[in-house]
């Protein structure tokens, strides 16, 4: 990896693990995880079953939370402060640039995805379960979910205001979980024209769904390995798009 | 034959250079440079002079890539400004800088050294080395959230000595500095041209321009007026002589020469030209007058400026400026009684 990306990826991390929010959100990830274990006393049923679902629902919704919050501001920020001069006056290219910002978030992520996983095992252990290679691999799905919510919201960054990046990102978010729907919706319309739009969309708009495991886990039944795999390259591939597009747009932006 | 041409390649040229901005409703066009034409020689500082507005960090920006002019040609010794080469030679300091407040002084100063790709034990040596020449020393750990803003223009000036630069480019660098961060910034500048760097800045601050410039550019509505040596403009400049004298009667006086005021007990006669300087004198002496002075009255900058300014002012802020060159206006005044 070049220095100057290198640079730019650690300044990024420090820039987002100084926020103050960030902190918060990695409490309040930790303290719902933690509470999953209530939750499973007032719970009828597999109490172990009950404390792995809150438990990984809450990582999982803190961790997305850091990921839009980051990701919608980070760029603009830089633009607004006027501190992307510094940077870009210097020989550093713009792609540098984008590259460098998404690998200090992806750092980020992982960082605040680590800290909770950990938490999450250590709790897991002490209320009597073992360690479960199928939850690292959920972490692990979930981290692919996150980088490519990190290159959705980075690229609305790079040309609009955080609201509205906020706005888009979440409408992607949402929509990206329910993108199966897309697809029975096709099988009831009639003009061929909106059967191909349906079909443009679902194939164009992230499918986030790909990346969520969490009834395999918990439920332990088995997995599709090369299922694990395509989703695996649909992230890789969903996310070098994205990061294509984001460059496209910033090389052309002007900075006045 | 190439050694010669490295010789004589300019620091910084820029050819022709035009830009249009476009408002983003009506998409209605606004040319804000319009063909700028200047060149900065190695070695020397110049001064980029103009109001708000004229264009000039437009054109700062279209040096250093942050805006894309529609047409012309900006060369960094020799090279296109966008190359990497060029930029490796250039060193930013942008108007009113806003650097990363969660770093301290030190951190700031590697990351910047980070985007150069310069080897760890120079970038150590260099910062310790920068932090003590621009005086921030002891200060080197702080947040710069608790920086002044002297102390930002500093650290800004340091991180653009970084990679030990060719030509440094600086956007209005005096602009809300206290006297003594003005009289330092000045020497800071004076030092770097000794040490054989290459200053081109903006500003609107004539004093400080005055005071260290080798050559100047004014800019005008988007294109240059006037470029020059300051020793050439200001010389070629002589506006009027000033004879200040005293011990003689106001009506003696008046009958030698009519143009004059009387301030403190002493006359100010002024003379458009130096040919009546020697009869004049004799006469005040033979009169029983006393010579205090005999003062050519150069043009300064600032008039230079103002002149050059003159026909493109809006008619409400003529006043104010005037105000501002109240004792140089007056001479010119008379010399024209």
Same mark, same amino acid.
């Given at each position: 990896?070049?220095?100057?990306?290198?640079?730019?990826?650690?300044?990024?991390?420090?820039?987002?693990?100084?926020?103050?929010?960030?902190?918060?959100?990695?409490?309040?990830?930790?303290?719902?995880?933690?509470?999953?274990?209530?939750?499973?006393?007032?719970?009828?049923?597999?109490?172990?079953? &009950?404390?792995?679902?809150?438990?990984?629902?809450?990582?999982?919704?803190?961790?997305?939370?850091?990921?839009?919050?980051?990701?919608?501001?980070?760029?603009?920020?830089?633009?607004?402060?006027?501190?992307?001069?510094?940077?870009?006056?210097?020989?550093?290219?713009?792609?540098?640039?984008?590259?460098?910002?998404?690998?200090?978030?992806?750092?980020?992520?992982?960082?605040?995805?680590?800290?909770?996983?950990?938490?999450?095992?250590?709790?897991?252990?002490?209320?009597?379960?073992?360690?479960?290679?199928?939850?690292?691999?959920?972490?692990?799905?979930?981290?692919?979910?996150?980088?490519?919510?990190?290159?959705?919201?980075?690229?609305?960054?790079?040309?609009?205001?955080?609201?509205?990046?906020?706005?888009?990102? &979440?409408?992607?978010?949402?929509?990206?979980?329910?993108?199966?729907?897309?697809?029975?919706?096709?099988?009831?319309?009639?003009?061929?024209?909106?059967?191909?739009?349906?079909?443009?969309?679902?194939?164009?708009?992230?499918?986030?769904?790909?990346?969520?495991?969490?009834?395999?886990?918990?439920?332990?039944?088995?997995?599709?390995?090369?299922?694990?795999?395509?989703?695996?390259?649909?992230?890789?591939?969903?996310?070098?798009?994205?990061?294509?597009?984001?460059?496209?747009?910033?090389?052309?932006?002007?900075?006045? | 034959?190439?050694?010669?041409?490295?010789?004589?390649?300019?620091?910084?040229?820029?050819?022709?250079?035009?830009?249009?901005?476009?408002?983003?409703?009506?998409?209605?066009?606004?040319?804000?440079?319009?063909?700028?034409?200047?060149?900065?020689?190695?070695?020397?500082?110049?001064?980029?002079?103009?109001?708000?507005?004229?264009?000039?960090?437009?054109?700062?920006?279209?040096?250093?890539?942050?805006?894309?002019?529609?047409?012309?040609?900006?060369?960094?010794?020799?090279?296109?400004?966008?190359?990497?080469?060029?930029?490796?030679?250039?060193?930013?300091?942008?108007?009113?800088?806003?650097?990363?407040?969660?770093?301290?002084?030190?951190?700031?100063?590697?990351?910047?050294?980070?985007?150069?790709?310069?080897?760890?034990?120079?970038?150590?040596?260099?910062?310790?080395?920068?932090?003590?020449?621009?005086?921030?020393?002891?200060?080197?750990?702080?947040?710069?959230?608790?920086?002044?803003?002297?102390?930002?223009?500093?650290?800004?000036?340091?991180?653009?000595?970084?990679?030990?630069?060719?030509?440094?480019?600086?956007?209005?660098?005096?602009?809300?500095?206290?006297?003594?961060?003005?009289?330092?910034?000045?020497?800071?500048?004076?030092?770097?041209?000794?040490?054989?760097?290459?200053?081109?800045?903006?500003?609107?601050?004539?004093?400080? &321009?005055?005071?260290?410039?080798?050559?100047?550019?004014?800019?005008?509505?988007?294109?240059?007026?006037?470029?020059?040596?300051?020793?050439?403009?200001?010389?070629?400049?002589?506006?009027?002589?000033?004879?200040?004298?005293?011990?003689?009667?106001?009506?003696?006086?008046?009958?030698?020469?009519?143009?004059?005021?009387?301030?403190?007990?002493?006359?100010?006669?002024?003379?458009?030209?130096?040919?009546?300087?020697?009869? &004049?004198?004799?006469?005040?002496?033979?009169?029983?007058?006393?010579?205090?002075?005999?003062?050519?009255?150069?043009?300064?900058?600032?008039?230079?400026?103002?002149?050059?300014?003159?026909?493109?002012?809006?008619?409400?802020?003529?006043?104010?400026?005037?105000?501002?060159?109240?004792?140089?206006?007056?001479?010119?005044?008379?010399?024209?009684?």
């Amino acid at each position: 990896m070049k220095m100057s990306m290198k640079g730019i990826a650690i300044n990024t991390f420090k820039e987002s693990a100084r926020n103050k929010m960030f902190y918060l959100l990695v409490f309040f990830g930790i303290l719902f995880a933690l509470s999953s274990k209530l939750i499973s006393f007032l719970t009828l049923g597999d109490a172990m079953k &009950v404390l792995k679902d809150t438990g990984l629902a809450a990582v999982n919704f803190f961790c997305v939370l850091i990921a839009i919050f980051t990701g919608i501001n980070l760029v603009y920020k830089e633009i607004e402060k006027k501190t992307i001069f510094n940077i870009l006056s210097k020989p550093v290219s713009r792609d540098q640039f984008i590259i460098g910002k998404f690998l200090g978030l992806a750092l980020t992520m992982l960082t605040a995805l680590a800290a909770m996983a950990g938490i999450f095992f250590l709790f897991v252990w002490m209320s009597g379960g073992g360690f479960d290679l199928k939850i690292i691999l959920y972490f692990f799905m979930l981290f692919l979910e996150l980088l490519v919510i990190v290159a959705i919201s980075l690229l609305f960054s790079s040309f609009t205001t955080p609201i509205l990046s906020f706005i888009f990102t &979440v409408s992607l978010y949402l929509i990206g979980h329910i993108m199966w729907t897309f697809n029975e919706f096709k099988t009831v319309l009639r003009v061929p024209f909106w059967k191909h739009f349906m079909q443009g969309l679902y194939y164009l708009l992230p499918n986030l769904d790909k990346f969520n495991i969490k009834n395999e886990v918990v439920l332990n039944t088995a997995f599709n390995p090369w299922t694990i795999l395509f989703s695996v390259l649909y992230a890789l591939a969903y996310i070098l798009a994205l990061l294509a597009v984001t460059i496209l747009i910033f090389r052309r932006r002007e900075f006045q | 034959m190439q050694e010669q041409s490295q010789q004589t390649m300019k620091a910084l040229e820029i050819k022709d250079l035009k830009k249009t901005f476009r408002s983003n409703f009506l998409f209605k066009k606004y040319r804000i440079l319009k063909g700028i034409q200047l060149s900065v020689e190695k070695g020397e500082i110049y001064g980029f002079l103009g109001p708000n507005g004229a264009g000039k960090t437009t054109t700062i920006k279209c040096i250093l890539g942050l805006l894309f002019p529609d047409q012309g040609e900006i060369l960094i010794d020799g090279q296109p400004a966008h190359s990497v080469t060029a930029r490796r030679r250039i060193g930013f300091l942008p108007e009113n800088p806003y650097f990363y407040d969660y770093l301290s002084a030190r951190e700031l100063l590697f990351f910047s050294a980070s985007l150069f790709n310069l080897p760890a034990a120079i970038v150590r040596d260099r910062v310790a080395a920068l932090i003590h020449q621009v005086g921030l020393s002891g200060y080197e750990d702080l947040k710069l959230r608790k920086f002044s803003k002297g102390m930002i223009q500093r650290l800004g000036l340091a991180q653009a000595l970084i990679h030990d630069p060719d030509l440094l480019i600086l956007d209005e660098p005096f602009s809300g500095l206290d006297p003594i961060g003005r009289k330092d910034l000045r020497t800071l500048i004076l030092s770097l041209r000794e040490q054989g760097k290459t200053i081109f800045f903006s500003s609107h601050i004539l004093q400080d &321009v005055e005071m260290m410039v080798d050559r100047v550019g004014i800019i005008l509505n988007g294109a240059i007026r006037r470029e020059g040596k300051l020793s050439e403009l200001i010389s070629r400049s002589i506006q009027y002589y000033e004879i200040v004298c005293a011990n003689i009667a106001e009506k003696e006086l008046a009958k030698i020469q009519p143009n004059f005021v009387c301030r403190d007990d002493q006359f100010f006669i002024t003379l458009a030209s130096d040919a009546d300087i020697n009869l &004049v004198v004799e006469s005040i002496i033979h009169n029983g007058g006393r010579i205090a002075a005999v003062n050519p009255v150069k043009m300064t900058l600032e008039d230079i400026f103002f002149n050059e300014m003159q026909p493109h002012r809006p008619a409400t802020t003529a006043g104010g400026a005037d105000g501002a060159r109240t004792s140089r206006s007056e001479g010119a005044g008379r010399d024209n009684q």
